[in-house]
Every structure is written in C-alpha cells, then in structure tokens.
Nanobody, 124 residues
Framework: QLQVVESGGGAVQPGGSLRLSCEASGFTLEFYSLVWFHQAPGKEREGVSCISSKDGSTYFTKSVEGRFTISRDNAKNTVYLQMNNLKVEDSGVYYC?????????????????WGPGTQVSVSS
C-alpha cells in the first residue's frame, strides 16, 4: 500500500513562507509522479502542483505559479512544496498523493488513499 505523510504546515502572516514535506513509506517515491492538493475550508480538494516521474517536469496552477516550487529529495524519499509569498487564500489543508501528473493540475484526481494532511493558516 502506498502511504504518505505530510508535514510542515503552520500559521504564518501574508507574505510568509512554509515548506511542506511529503514522506513516502512502503514504496520508492522517485518512481512515482507526485501531486500536492489543497483543500480550502468548505471547498473541494484541488491539485495545485505536481512533479512528473518521467522527466521531472513540474506544473502549477496559475494561482500559485511563481510563488510555489516542488522538488524531490530521493535520498529521503520525500517531495517538498516550497510556498513563498503566502496569501490568505492559500490557507487550508494540504495533501500529497502519488498519482498522475498532468495539466491542468487542478483537474487531477486521486483515486487512492490519502495521508493525514498538514494544515496551513495564513492570516494577519
């Protein structure tokens, strides 16, 4: 079973930064594409960024492009989401999942299991 655990969330002010981690267990994350999802309060879970296992291509929604970056550390079996210049609308729970990385990112769906997620709160 493909299991992931998200961490790194917290409370920051607008303009702040956070780095989220997605650590995999039971499988080698390097061989899978990985998608980060965001679920804002009262809204559906939606893809915001992904990294492809084929060629390392990365994709972002327009709302986060230029502010977020996604990267891998294969030695740690972990994928990161670096979030800079955070906005209030970035608040919510972030999840990661090893699923197909395609565009548009916001239309990606995960039909597998979910990790516990990590909470991000951006407020002044």
């Amino acid at each position: 079973q493909l299991q992931v655990v998200e961490s790194g969330g917290g409370a920051v002010q607008p303009g702040g930064s956070l780095r989220l981690s997605c650590e995999a267990s039971g499988f080698t994350l390097e061989f899978y594409s990985l998608v980060w999802f965001h679920q804002a309060p009262g809204k559906e879970r939606e893809g915001v960024s992904c990294i492809s296992s084929k060629d390392g291509s990365t994709y972002f929604t327009k709302s986060v492009e230029g502010r977020f970056t996604i990267s891998r550390d294969n030695a740690k079996n972990t994928v990161y989401l670096q979030m800079n210049n955070l906005k209030v609308e970035d608040s919510g729970v972030y999840y990661c999942a090893p699923t197909h990385c395609t565009q548009p990112v916001e239309e990606i769906r995960n039909f597998g299991s979910w990790g516990p997620g990590t909470q991000v709160s951006v407020s002044s």
